[in-house]
């Protein structure tokens, strides 16, 4: 499952980064579609960790201490759960700096750099293309 969700999500990507004003990566990457997939397949894998007599009580422990959330990652079922979810959010922010520089009519070359940063260290790819995005614009919006 891991490797196939890792292969799964790259045509995003891809489309972000180099046909990211065609109609399919509107249909297909910048709308609900790749969350719908994504969160099916957490539903599934969840159902499946269920059947197998996992206590999802325990997942709260984790904000208890950092030897808790160690203990919670010692279980692979957790990690794929924690793995969609950090692809997720990763793509869901490639998709909206994707739809942001367009709407502001930003060069595609200049969301470059924070769309890859974002694939691989999402909160830093933000940043970055926020700094782009305010020389770009030539003016600080916090709240966009």
């Not at 030897?67 to 919670?72: G, P």
Request: glycine residues 4%.
């Amino acid at each position: 499952i891991y490797m196939w969700i890792n292969f799964g999500v790259l045509p995003f990507w891809f489309m972000l980064l180099f046909f990211p004003q065609t109609k399919i990566c509107k249909i297909f990457v910048t709308s609900v579609f790749p969350f719908l997939v994504l969160a099916t397949i957490d539903l599934y894998l969840i159902f499946e960790v269920f059947k197998n007599g996992f206590n999802f009580f325990d997942v709260f422990n984790l904000y208890l201490s950092i030897d808790e959330l160690i203990n919670l990652f010692s279980d692979n079922n957790y990690i794929i759960l924690f793995w969609i979810h950090f692809l997720a959010i990763n793509l869901f922010c490639g998709s909206w700096i994707t739809k942001d520089y367009q709407r502001i009519n930003m060069p595609k070359s200049l969301s470059f750099i924070p769309i890859v940063l974002t694939y691989f260290i999402g909160p830093i790819g933000l940043v970055v293309y926020w700094f782009f995005r305010i020389f770009f614009s030539k003016k600080i919006d916090l709240y966009e």
